[in-house]
Structures are given as structure tokens and as C-alpha cells.
């Protein structure tokens, strides 16, 4: 439909060479001042660049994200369920880091960048290697923090809404996870000598997304290896991570002022019996 509009330039590639150097091929044949990045699965409001591009008038930021929603959340259990994960992520996680001027991975459906910023990072994020070969998962994260790494400020805009796709069934669910998982770890440790120069909370924030999988994985195997040995039910672990999500679960149903989010409480079970994987 566009192909014939002098406003808009195609690259086709030989063959597929995955999304980072499809992204390095667009930028550094890109003339804007900023560069925007959709997954093809992705539908933007009409006004989300507009709102993006207003964050990034200020020249000390290098990234911005907007919201993020899912477009198929009426199709299963697990789409309602996601649907609310990425409301959390955006309006609770991103939130707080952008209050502090990191946030730490502006997502791939919706992020727009400074040019100017990126061609100064792409030869070290189109080298980044991953047990000696070229890293082929963890893109956004990785770009991410290379901005921070810059001296750049990353923020987060909530009312610029970008409706993705997400996985309907829990293979495919289970598969993201673990590659976001993976991404998160490693990056984790590219980002340590970042820290000291951000808040102190941003230190707190990414011990705390790295801890806590690995305790819960901890607290399930140490369950499971009770009732192997003991045949008893491990009912204080059980009762405090029940308590712990009725407590979170309700605190964000008053502050989205929407019941769907006590609903969320069935997600624990996802993460109880997926964190020993």
C-alpha cells in the first residue's frame, strides 16, 4: 500500500539475518533525527508518536517507551494474563525506574530512539557476543543499557499505547520467558558498573528482578524436596506466597481502579511451576 509513497523507503534484505542487523541496516540508512522501532506485530495509536517525540525533546534522553497492551487479550486465559503482566511492567516497573531517568529495557514494540545516539553505539551493539558467538536474543535490553552506559537518560511515556501480540498458548509463553530470562541475567552484569553512577533504587530494582525468580526457584525445589522426603506440605512457604500475591494483586486492582487484576493471582501458578525450569 506504501510502496509507491515517496514519504516512505523499503529495505529488503537477501535473506532473514535476524532483527538486530535488520534494525543496523534501517538506521544507518535512516535522515531523521529520531528512529522508532515497531515489531511487525504491532498496531500504534494514532498519537504515539507525536507523544514519544515530545518526551525526546529533551536532548539528555536517548530512548523513550510507550505502553504496552495486548491486542488478542479477549482470546484466552493466558492473553487476560498477560494483558495485565504488561500492565504491571509498564505502569509499575517502568514507571519507577523513569522516575529515576533509567528505564532499564525499552521494549521492542514500542521504542523510539535518538540517531544521533545510535550510530555512535551500533558497532558495539551489532558486535555483542554471547558464549563467543554473535548474539542473537536480548536486543532491546542490550541497546538499552548501551544508552544508559552513554550518559543518556531512557523514559517511559504511559499514555503513548502500542497494542502487540502475545502468545495464546503456554509453550510459546513459556519459550518468551526464558529468552527474556536469559537476556536479563547476562545483561544484568554488563549493567553492574552502570549502577553506581544511577539512584540507588535502580541498584535495588535489578538485584531484586535477578533474586527474586532465583529464591522463588529455591523455595519450590526446597518444597517439593519436603514433601519427597517427608510427606508433609510445605503449608509456610505455600501461605506466604499466597499472601504475598492476594496483597500485591489487590493493591494494583485500587490503583488500575479495575477487579480484573485480583484475577492475576492465578499467574503465581505460572510462575511457581515454571521458575524451576
Known amino acids: ?5 515517496p514519504r516512505f523507503s523499503f529495505i529488503l534484505l537477501d535473506k532473514n539475518v535476524g532483527k538486530r542487523k535488520a534494525q543496523i541496516a534501517a538506521i544507518r540508512s535512516s535522515s531523521g533525527d529520531l528512529v522508532l522501532n515497531v515489531d511487525s506485530d504491532t498496531t500504534l495509536a494514532s498519537d504515539v508518536v507525536t507523544k514519544l517525540a515530545l518526551k525526546m525533546q529533551d536532548p539528555a534522553v536517548g530512548a523513550a517507551m510507550g505502553q504496552l497492551t495486548a491486542s488478542n487479550r479477549s482470546d484466552t486465559w493466558l492473553t487476560r494474563l498477560i494483558d495485565m503482566e504488561y500492565w504491571l511492567a509498564c505502569n ?3 514507571a519507577a525506574q523513569a522516575r529515576f531517568g533509567a ?3 525499552c521494549c521492542g514494540p514500542c521504542a523510539m530512539y535518538r540517531r544521533t545516539a545510535l550510530l555512535l553505539l551500533l558497532d558495539q551493539y551489532e558486535t555483542q557476543l554471547f558464549r563467543g558467538k554473535p548474539s542473537d536474543f536480548g536486543e532491546d535490553r542490550h541497546l538499552t543499557i548501551l544508552m544508559l552506559k ?3 537518560r531512557t523514559e517511559y511515556v504511559p499514555d503513548a499505547i502500542a497494542a502487540t501480540v502475545v502468545p495464546d498458548r503456554l509453550g510459546p509463553y513459556l519459550r518468551q520467558q526464558l529468552r527474556w ?3 536479563t541475567f547476562r545483561d544484568t552484569f554488563l549493567a553492574l558498573r552502570l549502577l553506581p553512577s544511577l539512584d540507588r533504587y535502580l541498584t535495588l530494582d535489578v538485584v531484586g528482578q535477578n533474586l527474586g525468580p532465583l529464591l522463588l526457584a529455591l523455595s519450590v525445589l526446597a518444597g517439593l524436596a519436603q514433601f519427597a522426603l517427608t510427606a508433609t506440605v510445605p503449608w ?4 506466604m506466597i499466597a499472601a504475598m500475591t492476594i496483597l500485591r494483586c489487590s493493591v494494583v486492582a485500587f490503583r488500575a481502579g479495575q477487579l480484573r487484576f485480583l ?5 503465581t501458578f505460572i510462575n511457581v511451576f515454571s521458575t524451576p525450569l
Do not use: I, K, Y
Request: glycine share 12%; proline share 0%.
Open 1 to 5: 500500500a506504501f510502496a509507491g509513497d
Open 92 to 94: 509499575e516497573e517502568r
Open 103 to 105: 528505564v532499564m529495557c
Open 150 to 152: 552513554a550518559g543518556l
Open 181 to 183: 530470562a536469559r537476556s
Open 236 to 239: 509456610s512457604a505455600v501461605l
Open 263 to 267: 484475577g492475576f493471582s492465578l499467574h
